[in-house]
């Protein structure tokens, strides 16, 4: 099973429900796709066992084949090859890795070359019972998608996956949660919470991926997110309380579960509504 969780801002507590999460599931790995600013690590505390770069592939022309003729420049949807005369100037950072370049050129005169864009390591958490992926972009880099991809093909299918997602509703979001079997939306109860929460649900009714919303930071904010959610038939698996020791024993990068093993249960229990809401939707349709 597949978990990611997402939220359509930053600072809701997305890394928050994901590590408490594995912290309360048996037999997880945590994938942070959040490769421009990964931060599941800190919670965790893992013994790093491996540590791989990660590459992207660019065109390389061959000037004694080149004839200049700009159909790689023409084809290139990201304008990441512009040929002058007797130049052909390639942009690393805005190439995606294509090889449509190299399949239109009639004098097969480009060829593709790795280039670094980042390092997926990979450890064990502090007691040795959750599996951690993280990936780090390069810094400079403008694409997280290539990165996410390769985070994603270390997913153990032996596991409960917690795919750790970037914020807001952008392509790396949509590279991270594909493939997911549920989403865990998480928002907080104010009116800049809501307007990223719709743009979330949008999404990921695009996608079709069933998804529920665990409010954090409960007790802030109106009840205009626990409105909407009853409006949309979308489930509240969990309220977090905006608590101000929930918030130190974040500040010192400790999961809140650690110190409050109560909350275990209750986490566990978002796996049990999923489990609860697919059974119906299964018998629902074999009725059907």
């Not at 038939?233 to 400790?254: C, F, H, N, Q, T």
Request: proline residues 7%.
């Amino acid at each position: 099973m597949i978990i990611s969780v997402a939220s359509g801002k930053g600072g809701t507590g997305k890394t928050t429900v994901a590590v408490n999460l594995a912290l309360s599931l048996p037999n997880v790995q945590v994938l942070d796709c959040d490769v421009e600013e990964p931060n599941s690590h800190i919670f965790l505390k893992p013994k790093i066992e491996g540590t791989k770069p990660a590459h992207t592939l660019i065109p390389k022309v061959n000037y004694d084949s080149c004839d200049y003729c700009g159909k790689c420049a023409s084809a290139c949807e990201y304008n990441a090859i512009v040929v002058l005369p007797k130049r052909v100037m390639v942009f690393p950072e805005l190439c995606h890795g294509c090889g449509l370049c190299s399949m239109v050129c009639p004098q097969d005169a480009i060829s593709e070359d790795p280039r670094e864009i980042g390092v997926i390591k990979k450890g064990k958490s502090g007691d040795g019972s959750i599996d951690l992926v993280y990936g780090v972009l390069n810094i400079g880099e403008v694409m997280a998608t290539p990165l996410i991809d390769q985070v994603k093909e270390e997913i153990d299918p032996e596991k409960t996956v917690i795919i750790d997602v970037p914020p807001g509703t952008a392509c790396p979001v949509i590279a991270a949660v594909q493939g997911s079997d549920y989403c865990i939306l998480v928002t907080e109860p104010t009116p800049f919470g809501l307007y990223d929460l719709r743009l979330a649900v949008e999404v990921l009714r695009v996608l079709k991926i069933p998804f529920g919303v665990v409010i954090n930071k409960a007790g802030i904010g109106d009840r205009k997110v626990y409105d909407y959610c009853e409006e949309e038939g979308i489930p509240i698996l969990l309220e977090i309380a905006y608590d101000k020791m929930i918030a130190r024993w974040y500040s010192e990068g400790v999961p809140f579960v650690d110190a409050m093993p109560e909350w275990k249960e209750r986490f566990a229990g978002i796996i049990g509504i999923y489990r609860t809401t697919r059974l119906h939707k299964i018998n629902t349709e074999e009725r059907k």
